[in-house]
């Protein structure tokens, strides 16, 4: 583990059994990484639909790839039940991503609701403003529904 001057913190996981998971390759496990969220809750997010929206955040992040997408969900879903928390998933969780997402927004927001529609838990498209000065969607869950994105044959986190 490393921790910055900015509190910040860059860790490996050596056991995964910790997390109730069985033992990786170390050679596909990379760097995970811990910090505040200094921008949530942001002023052009929408929580309503939440009976108690986010008023503090920590970003849980890691490398790409599907042993390091397991670790960092299970990462979460073990503080978002230590703390009681939602889970931001920083984008839509549409499945998997196919050629041209970027340009059908109508196809990717579909099979997302598709996909949250067919789960256990609470999943909530959370609006919020991009670079361009548009609007898009990113989800926003409960620990139930982590739970079972968790166990799903597709799972995987927005890259």
Request: include cysteine.
């Amino acid at each position: 583990m490393e921790t910055k001057a900015s509190g910040d913190v860059d860790f490996w996981v050596r056991d995964s059994s910790s997390l109730g998971l069985c033992a990786f390759d170390p050679a596909d496990v990379g760097v995970f990484f811990l910090s505040e969220d200094e921008e949530l809750p942001a002023e052009v997010e929408d929580y309503s639909t939440f009976s108690r929206p986010p008023v503090q955040g920590l970003i849980v992040a890691g490398c790409s790839g599907p042993v390091n997408h397991m670790l960092l969900g299970h990462l979460t879903l073990a503080l978002a039940r230590r703390f009681d928390a939602l889970v931001d998933f920083d984008g839509l969780l549409s499945g998997y991503r196919t050629v041209g997402d970027d340009k059908c927004h109508a196809a990717v927001l579909a099979r997302a609701r598709a996909m949250a529609s067919a789960l256990p838990g609470r999943l909530t498209e959370v609006p919020y403003g991009t670079g361009d000065g548009g609007r898009w969607l990113r989800h926003v869950g409960d620990v139930e529904f982590l739970e079972a994105w968790l166990r799903h044959p597709d799972f995987h986190l927005v890259k």
